[in-house]
Nanobody, 115 residues
């Protein structure tokens, strides 16, 4: 069983920055597909960014140039650095791991961008 714990969310003003962290149980970060999703009120959950086992990065167009996904294998942690935040980035952000054919989710962390 894989457990994922997100942290780092909060309230930030437009133009500000936050760094989300996702700590995984076990050494899965380095060799598996890891991703960040988000879900705004009344909307479907959507992919934000992903990092493949080989290191390939993928970003959705609405975050390109603003968000950066990275991982620290020694800490079993995936990060999402979010810069130039906009009110439309407000959502619950979830970490996802694909591991041995299964899909695992964290509990989510709330990000609110508002003045």
């Amino acid at each position: 069983q894989v457990q994922l714990v997100e942290s780092g969310g909060g309230l930030v003003q437009p133009g500000g920055s936050l760094r989300l962290s996702c700590v995984a149980s076990g050494s899965i970060v380095s060799s598996n597909y890891m991703a960040w999703y988000r879900q705004a009120p009344g909307k479907q959950r959507e992919l934000v960014a992903a990092i493949a086992s080989g290191g390939r990065l993928n970003y959705e167009d609405f975050v390109k140039g603003r968000f950066t996904i990275s991982r620290d294998n020694a800490k079993n942690t995936v990060y999402l650095q979010m810069n130039s935040l906009k009110p439309e980035d407000t959502a619950v952000y979830y970490c996802k791991a694909d591991y041995l054919g299964g899909h695992y989710w964290g509990q989510g962390t709330q990000v609110t961008v508002s003045s």
